[in-house]
T-cell receptor
Framework: RKEVEQDPGPFNVPEGATVAFNCTYSNSASQSFFWYRQDCRKEPKLLMSVYSSGNEDGRFTAQLNRASQYISLLIRDSKLSDSATYLCVVNSDAGNMLTFGGGTRLMVKP | GAGVSQSPRYKVAKRGQDVALRCDPISGHVSLFWYQQALGQGPEFLTYFQNEAQLDKSGLPSDRFFAERPEGSVSTLKIQRTQQEDSAVYLC??????????????FGPGTRLTVL
């Protein structure tokens, strides 16, 4: 079983739709949680950190449930430019390695 | 400012050939990471440096993989006697040293290695 698991998708949604991605992690000692975005043939880039209290950045909302070891990302009012792969990422030791999920592919269509 | 750079961007190697992949981290960044990303997968950790010290090499898949960062800046990932299963994108990331908080890792564009 992989340490971080995501539904690979693809999620095909129309512009303006709301879409949600989920992720589970197995290491209960994990300390920090993130969503990264990766465009085709590009490097991963930090989208947002994830906190237990939930956090929002514009159209993006991230949530962490430590008890269930579950992380979510909600995208409202999807744009064509949101089309990418979204990577769920966990860090178990500050300053040390990141553990990535396999990514969820999102395609937003006109 | 300049981000993380990697070279070459693309490398085609014949099976059995040795390759060397270079990473130039962001200036002043203490930590440097190498990841391997196979097609359709998320990146997987290979090794980690803090300055010139290699603190974790638990992700290196075999003893054919070797990484160094002799002066605490540029790093080289070397793969000896390449095999087809080594075909992947090799990503380098760097991060600043701040002990009290998680340090965001900034990724380079990667080197796409194809072993024929």
């Amino acid at each position: 079983r992989k340490e971080v698991e995501q539904d690979p998708g693809p999620f095909n949604v129309p512009e303006g739709a709301t879409v949600a991605f989920n992720c589970t992690y197995s290491n209960s000692a994990s300390q920090s949680f993130f969503w990264y975005r990766q465009d085709c043939r590009k490097e991963p880039k930090l989208l947002m950190s994830v906190y237990s209290s939930g956090n929002e950045d514009g159209r993006f909302t991230a949530q962490l449930n430590r008890a269930s070891q579950y992380i979510s990302l909600l995208i409202r009012d999807s744009k064509l430019s949101d089309s990418a792969t979204y990577l769920c990422v966990v860090n178990s030791d500050a300053g040390n390695m990141l553990t990535f999920g396999g990514g969820t592919r999102l395609m937003v269509k006109p | 400012g300049a981000g993380v750079s990697q070279s070459p961007r693309y490398k085609v190697a014949k099976r059995g050939q040795d390759v060397a992949l270079r990473c130039d981290p962001i200036s002043g960044h203490v930590s440097l990471f190498w990841y391997q990303q196979a097609l359709g997968q998320g990146p997987e950790f290979l090794t980690y440096f803090q300055n010139e010290a290699q603190l974790d090499k638990s992700g290196l898949p075999s003893d054919r993989f070797f990484a160094e960062r002799p002066e605490g800046s540029v790093s080289t990932l070397k793969i000896q006697r390449t095999q087809q299963e080594d075909s992947a994108v090799y990503l380098c990331a760097s991060s600043p040293q701040r002990r009290d908080t998680y340090n965001e890792q900034f990724f380079g564009p990667g080197t796409r290695l194809t072993v024929l």
